[in-house]
């Protein structure tokens, strides 16, 4: 294509330059980074069309009842070896299925050596067909594509030039053939070009209209509001009214709607001129610049040619412009991309894939419940994040209270209460006894949803009852005394043991659902750390909660079957503490009774003989109650201390965090092996949204190291 103007202006192009600009276009790179690109953009019957065929010399063909459908991308390139070659191709839209995607890529325009009206109307039918818009009424295709048809001019007459053609916005609806969508849609996808902040907007306006009622120039100044990068073109000079011509001559000066590219004014051929056999337009427009007031007008803001000049300047500056940081940006984005894949994980579409995904995730869990479990906080920067992923402090922490509330607040009475002549043996049966101020909540950590049907009630308890403990078991000796002489019955030990553990049920109870709450919040916490896929972890654990749960049963099982040990069978031991906690009980009475008795003596201080008398003048039933306070008080110690151990050793620490039937233990690799082919691809296949997200990232990575070497 030849460039009519005057002087040798093609040293102003950098051809080199513009054709690296294209090749990225080609390859898509426009889709992810913002290529310096020139728009031309109108309202419907603004006469872009024909700019466009003034520009690049192309027959487009006509229809009056409807303009482009989709943008065009139209490339000239001077090669100065070979003849003239027109080319054609699609680029489809990347939100585009994989399927039709293959289909546009194939389509290779035939027989475009010369497109004349015919040939490239037959090749827009074609297109209109591989792009599934609308070509008649009641088709039910959409009416407007996001593709684009690029089309490549190469010949040694050639100059270098791309333009993209976009579909004209229109403000009324046309039935049959346009709706509202319609124009929301082109309104939209008109705004995207021009929105790229290295895009030349080439605006064409009617000069016959007020412009201020233009639609495109709202949108242009809302785009770029200073005018920056925004080419003005008046078409339709010769259908301005008489006496109107000074507005547009304003407009061109700058005195009106400034542009800092400038405007230039273009004489297209109205319909009634191509109809009737005028077709050089470039005699109508020299003939209209002869005559007022389009005369005043400089050589360089009239015509065609002129037009051509002002956009091979502003476009190869713009790209030069552009270029350092198009460069950066390209060779960047791929490794961003990189990272957003590596971020999806491995692949996982075949059996094989899905099960070593897994596999991967159970065997991270578990290095990182050795860590956790082993207090090896530094090795990851987990922990620091997540509290709820330190089990160990977490579990040592809550046996320790369990430990402490059930030696403060698990036995029903005092033991260290003294006798009180004004206690009533009723109060402690019917619960009216007064006791210390507090209140203990049996649970320490909050409820998690997902296990609460599993989980025992928490309870508020008081503290223990401050009635004479001697009067309890006195009464309780009354009330179940046989004929025993000056012992009692076996069971009745048994019977003091469980009212006196009475909270025990409430502690252990509340101790276990937290050991079950903590090993759960671990166990999700965890799984959500070496699992970043958020529909895998919630599959994960959609599949594992039956086991969970089950595991969890078996802990507090295990509770029930130690409190019905300890409470309800003959209480018995063997540790010799028992012995060694009665001795200290009488010595304790004794001195107790003994301390109002002792004198001065020469050697230290005294007890007399007769003194030493009067503590065992005791009644058969005193001695036995004061027996049975001795026995209930060294074997609750010794109890007490072994249920603990016993609770935060099996339960918890056996069926919870180290045995083999541990919840933990379930999330091992071993378990993978167990699943059907079935429940594999339900948890670790790639749903649709996360295999168009990879085959995406994956065509970007490509087409952007494509343009990599583009660039270089």
Known sequence: MMLHCSGDDRGLSDPVLLEKIDRLFACNVGNYVDLPQLVVVGDQSSGKSSVLEGLTRLAFPRDSGLCTRFATQIIFRRRSIGERRIMASILPCHSTEEVHVAELHSWKGKDLQSLDVESFSAMMAEVHTL???????????????????????????EDHLSVIDVPGIFSNAIPGKTTKEDKVLVRSMVQAYMKNPRSIILMVV??????????????????????????????????????????VIDIIKGDRMQVKLGWVVVRNLGQSELQGGITRRDAAEEELQKHHPWNVIDCEDFGIDALKIRIRVTVTANARQAFTSVKHEVSNSPKARQISLTSLGPPRKTMEQQMQYLVDIFSSFQNLTTQALGGNYSLNDAFEDLGALRLATAVVTRNEKFSEDLDRWGHLFDFNNEPSSQSDA??????????????????????????????????????????????????????????????????????????????????????????????????????????PDRRVYEKLLSFLMDKLLERY????????HLLFVERSMIPMTLNHYLNDNMEKCRQKRATSILASKVIDGPNGKVVRLDDLKYQQNMSNVEH?????????????????????????????????????????????????????????????????????????????????????????
């Open 131 to 157: 792009m599934r818009v609308s070509q008649s009424e009641n088709d039910g295709l959409p009416t407007f594509s996001k593709h684009v048809l690029q089309v490549e001019i190469c010949g040694p007459q």
């Open 206 to 247: 009617p000069a016959n209209v007020d412009i201020a009622t233009q639609e495109i120039v709202e949108m242009a100044h809302e785009v770029d509001p200073t005018g920056e990068r925004t080419l003005g073109v008046l078409t339709k000079p010769d259908l301005v009214d008489k006496g109107a011509e000074a507005k």
């Open 426 to 531: 009723s109060d402690f049966v019917t619960g009216r006894q007064k006791s210390e101020k507090g209140i203990l909540c049996s649970r320490k950590y909050k409820d998690i949803p997902e296990i609460l049907d599993i989980l025992p009630e928490p309870s508020n308890m008081s503290p223990p009852l401050s009635h004479d403990l001697a009067s309890w078991i006195g009464d309780e000796y009354r009330q179940s005394r046989g004929f025993e002489m000056g012992t009692f019955n076996h069971l009745l030990l048994s019977g003091l043991m469980k009212k006196q553990s009475l909270k025990w049920t409430t502690l252990a109870n509340g101790y276990i659902g937290d050991a079950i709450t903590i090993i759960h919040s671990y166990i999700t916490n965890g799984l959500s750390q070496v699992c």
């Open 553 to 560: 049963q078996k802990a507090i099982d295990k509770v029930n």
């Open 624 to 712: 036995v109650v004061q027996n049975l306070q001795d026995i209930l008080q060294s074997y609750y110690k010794v109890a007490r201390k072994r249920f603990v151990d016993n609770i935060c050793m099996e339960a918890c620490g056996y069926h919870l965090i180290q045995g083999p039937i541990s919840p933990l233990e379930l999330l091992s690799p071993s378990l993978v092996g167990s699943m059907s082919m079935e429940q594999l691809d339900e948890i670790a296949g790639e749903n649709a949204i996360l295999k168009r997200r990879r085959e995406q990232l994956h065509k970007e990575i490509v087409d952007l190291s494509m343009a990599r070497k583009i660039l270089l």
